[in-house]
């Protein structure tokens, strides 16, 4: 695998999200989306490229309180998310990274969960090749504002064109 997308979703959005992305890394590179209860420890990843995304929850990323709360909502978060997995992995990760959330459009809350998964990879080791990236939700559930699984997917291919020549497929 070329590159593997973790993502965490209650709602459905953020998976959406990063099955766009996939589709836009996708003719570049082979690419495998997971959701964060099915995927691999990261420091047991040999890939070119990892993205990381989840939905942004009381100013960063989701905490157990918060995801119970998403759950008693009607949301079916699972068990950990991004926050833990990442701090599962510990230091020494050298991995070529990239983060993204969903985030409420209205009302426009500060805070993003991408940029507080960006600074916990770099702080594992890892290198950062795009700047954090948020994509936009009506209210806290969603659905996804028009056009955002479009500007997803050509995120997706901006990565891979981020990317050494002999990453790609």
Known sequence: MDAVIVYESMWGNT???AEAIAAGLSPHLQVEALEVGSAPSASSLDVA???VGGPTHAFGMSRPQTREDAARRGGHPGGTGIREWIE???DGLSLSVAAFDTHARHPNLPGAASKKAAKALRR???TLVAQPESFY???QEGPLLPGELDRARTWGEH???LLPES???
């Open 137 to 139: 939700v009506e209210g």
């Open 49 to 51: 490229l990892l993205v």
């Open 124 to 126: 594992a080791g890892c």
């Open 167 to 169: 990453s790609r497929v």
């Open 88 to 90: 599962s992995a510990g």
């Open 15 to 17: 998976k959406a999200v």
């Open 159 to 161: 990565l891979a064109g």
